[in-house]
């Protein structure tokens, strides 16, 4: 089982497939990685030896994953939201920051539709 920053890689897996496991690595940042460390694309994690995982340990630490990259992601946006900027007040309320419409989308974000004015019939048709 290969470990490389806090995350286990599927050792079935083709290695350029499994750097993308770790947060903050694509498919091109994959490549660029395994292109540093002398690694061919096309070999499977548990093809990798001990030399191999090292030099692949080696270049990661020149990159910004996992822990670090979600600490400053998550630092950047409650920056916005202490701000008080348009975008922060957008995260505050879990709405889409990036101009997006929500009238009909965003659903995932806003949750189940709630149905607004039967209140006001059912109260007319007891008046009457």
């Not at 490389?4 to 496991?21: E, F, H, Q």
């Not at 692949?56 to 990259?69: H, I, S, W």
């Not at 922060?88 to 974000?109: D, E, I, V």
């Amino acid at each position: 089982m290969v470990r490389l920053a806090g995350v286990d890689l599927a050792p079935n897996k083709r290695v350029v497939i499994a750097l993308t496991y770790i947060y903050g690595i694509g498919e091109a940042l994959s490549h660029e990685i395994l292109g540093k460390a002398g690694i061919k694309p096309d070999r499977r994690v548990k093809e990798l030896g001990d030399t191999e995982v090292l030099a692949l340990r080696d270049v990661l630490k020149d990159y910004k994953v996992e822990g670090d990259l979600r600490r400053e992601v998550s630092m950047s946006i409650k920056r916005l939201i202490d701000t008080g900027t348009y975008r922060g007040t957008r995260h505050r309320k879990g709405l889409p920051a990036r101009g997006q419409r929500t009238r009909t989308n965003a659903r995932t974000l806003r949750g189940k539709r709630k149905t607004v004015g039967l209140g006001k019939r059912k109260e007319e048709e007891k008046k009457e």
